[in-house]
Nanobody, 118 residues
Framework: VQLQASGGGLVQAGGSLRLSCAASGGTFSRYDMGWFRQAPGKGREYVATITWTDSTTYYADPVKGRFTISRDNAKNLVYLQMNMLKPEDTAVYYC????????????WGQGTKVTVSS
């Protein structure tokens, strides 16, 4: 599976961005999809997951109530709607896919950079 993330950019604190991740080369509808991020000088951080079975969503505490993950299986797309952005959300955001029965995310996109100015 190949993943291509897009939609990053520069936004002021309090603003919004929507990231997209396009999948190709696999059965997208059978993958759990997730978003992760890596801030400058820090390790990779989990952000959100959406399951393939019934689109149940999970979020890391720092983004709960502000970010929304969704998917469109007909278009092989997963989205991350980010609202009320904070400077600490500044990071490179990566989408990832996990196949049925896999404990870990196996497929990763190239990342899209989000910068939130104060």
């Amino acid at each position: 599976v190949q993943l291509q993330a897009s939609g990053g950019g520069l936004v002021q604190a309090g603003g919004s961005l929507r990231l997209s991740c396009a999948a190709s080369g696999g059965t997208f509808s059978r993958y759990d999809m997730g978003w992760f991020r890596q801030a400058p000088g820090k390790g990779r951080e989990y952000v959100a997951t959406i399951t393939w079975t019934d689109s149940t969503t999970y979020y890391a505490d720092p983004v709960k109530g502000r970010f929304t993950i969704s998917r469109d299986n007909a278009k092989n797309l997963v989205y991350l709607q980010m609202n009320m952005l904070k400077p600490e959300d500044t990071a490179v955001y990566y989408c990832a896919g996990r196949g049925i029965g896999s404990a870990n995310y196996e497929y990763w996109g190239q990342g899209t950079k989000v910068t939130v100015s104060s």
